[in-house]
């Protein structure tokens, strides 16, 4: 069942605000900046986050005057704080007299102080300053009335997934032996018998560092999910610090759902957040960026467990990091924020508040930028706001969806590693081929781990879920038997939690329930495209398939495997099993999923609306739902709807009309 977490914040309505950095302007445009949130309807902001440099300039020299004020500005204002551990970038004193805490690459590169996030979350040096700081700020500002929720560190695992320093290494060390508990273990998990390496105790392994050639997968693979643990380690023992002192103020730290971060697995954290918070950015000129964003904001609330969870950034216009970076169309930053809130978030906020004047970031926007108040992004600004105190109604709501998509970070992990059948598969493409033609079809879905019970959707997709735990492929087969449909693409199934090949042939763990072998993979080349039996036009992978209780939906008409199966559908207990042994192109893609839906009994939100309109509907725990269409498109559409148009504060009766590149958000009766 979803996580019933309760929602955290004590906001009224929708929580509306970003990351504030006072430290970086003078008393006048401080005081400045309270009158303009007051005028926005802000009422949330992220604080000291990048403070520590400023809050203590020299080794136990603290200076919290300044901050003390802007809390209580902050305050009188009525505007509520996410108040930040301020460890996020150690200041240079502690670099240039603890080197030791500095972060290594793989090739020995040694990463120094400059920009951010300049120290090893496995230093115990680091940990302990850390912690010393941590209790600082909750020691100092627990009482405070301002204080809202505790921002732990920032974007954890985004510039530095992987360490490989002599303290990463101890720390490896320490998790494979709680893992595997005799090195006998280790090397079974590991089959170190390939290629001489076999380890005698714990202390001789090491981080896969550089090495001559391909480094052992299941090191690399049980690398990755240390690094995601030890991340979650220094979360949770700053977390500690903050619920021995302030045990009633809810903590959370931002994600980076798809925007930057492949290495942490976010499943893994959700019990311990308060409140999952996620950043999110678009990719510039991507014609189906909001997709991408529909699927991060999915996959915020598949990490929630289906419980209301917070945008905590996202940008007003153009960022600052991209090859080139784009401003926002008109509407765009509207749509963007209300497709979030569509999908589960209860809280909107942006990096940053006011744009800076200095620094790495000064030409990412903001909600106040450079150009100041007779500007579109300060007009946009100030609608978001109104538009979110006219959704309050629609807090706490939920996301229901009958159709999930397994995502799976280990199997990102070891799908792109190297010495795979093919080096162009990437995971995410992959994952977002089938989720674009359901986001196409107006289908909600939930982002889902392998771990989750399934039985409660009525349609399930596991695109290329290569590694699969045994108890993870009884959940999904058991699902099946009891009546859902499950799609599962090529390359699924293939080996367990070890990266251990399954024997007897493909796809592994799935063959039983999908009722087929496959013998041997075909990849195929770069400029290679096959041709299936109803025209569909297939390209990166084949493979020799053989049926063994599945029918053929689709054969291959050409190549090397013509007549073989290329489609499989198979009927198990109360439910039916889908095999797509290739790559189809768009239209293949569509038709296979639109077969697959029908057989399922799956609808979209609304029927017949166009693509590129989307709709979403939240339901209100004591009954009643919300409505939000969002409208990508330059055309108006009809929408039929009953109830109360919130953004326009009007009834509509029978139809609603939402116009191009806007949205509509119908309270229902």
Known sequence: ?????????????????????????????????????????????????????????????????????????????????????????????????????????????????????SYAVSSPVFRDYALRMTRRMAERYREHPALALWHVDNELGCHVPHDHSDAAAEA???????RYGTIDGLNTAWGTAFWSQRYDSFGEILPPRASPTFVNPTQQLDFARFSSDEQLAHYRALCAVLREVTPDVPATTNFMMTTANKWVDYFSWSDH???????????????????????SADLSRGVAGGAPWMLMEHSTSAVNWQPRNSAKRPGEMLRNSLS????????????????????????????????????????????????????????????????????????????????????????????????????????????????????????????????????????IARAVHEGAGVLVTFFSGIVDEHDHVRLGGYPGAFRELLGVRTEEFHPLQEDEVLTLDDGTRADLWSEKTHLEGAEAVRTWADGPLAGLPAVTHHSVGRGHAWYVATRPDDEGVARLVDAFLDEAGVTPVVAGLPVGVEAVRRYAEGGGSFLFVVNHTDRPVDVPAEGRELLGGRDVAGRVTVPPLASVVVHER
């Open 273 to 295: 957040m308060d409140v999952v918070a996620n950043d999110h950015y678009l990719i510039a000129r991507d014609p189906e960026a909001h997709i991408g964003l529909a699927f």
């Open 172 to 178: 490896f060390r320490r998790w494979l032996e709680h």
């Open 1 to 117: 069942m979803p996580n019933q977490r309760p929602w955290p914040l004590h906001t009224a309505g929708i929580a509306y605000g970003g990351d504030y950095n006072p430290e970086q302007w003078p008393l006048d445009v401080q005081v400045e900046d309270v009158e303009l949130m007051r005028e926005a309807g802000v009422g949330l902001v992220s604080l000291a986050i990048f403070s520590w440099a400023q809050l203590e300039p020299r080794e136990g020299e603290f200076d919290f005057g300044w901050l003390d004020a802007v809390m209580d500005r902050l305050h009188a204002g009525g505007i509520r704080v996410a108040l930040a551990t301020a460890t996020a970038s150690p200041p240079p004193w502690l670099t240039r007299g603890h080197p030791e805490i500095l972060p290594e690459l793989a090739d020995g590169t040694v990463l120094h102080q400059g920009s951010r996030q």
């Open 340 to 475: 979030h809130v569509a999908r589960g978030a209860d809280a909107v906020m942006f990096f940053q508040w006011r744009q800076s004047a200095a620094g790495a970031e000064k030409y990412h926007s903001a909600m106040f930028p450079h150009a100041g108040r007779d500007t579109d992004v300060w007009r946009n600004t100030v609608e978001l706001g109104r538009i979110l105190q006219a959704l309050a109604p629609v807090k706490g709501s939920r996301v229901r969806a009958d159709v999930a998509l397994v995502f799976d970070y280990p199997s990102w992990w070891s799908t792109e590693a190297e010495g795979r059948p093919t080096h162009a598969l990437n995971y995410m493409e992959e994952v977002m081929r089938w989720y674009r033609a359901l986001w196409q079809r107006g289908i909600t879905v939930d982002i889902v781990s392998a771990a989750t019970d399934a039985s409660r959707y009525r349609a399930l997709v596991v695109p290329t879920l290569h590694t699969v735990r045994d108890e993870d492929a009884a959940r």
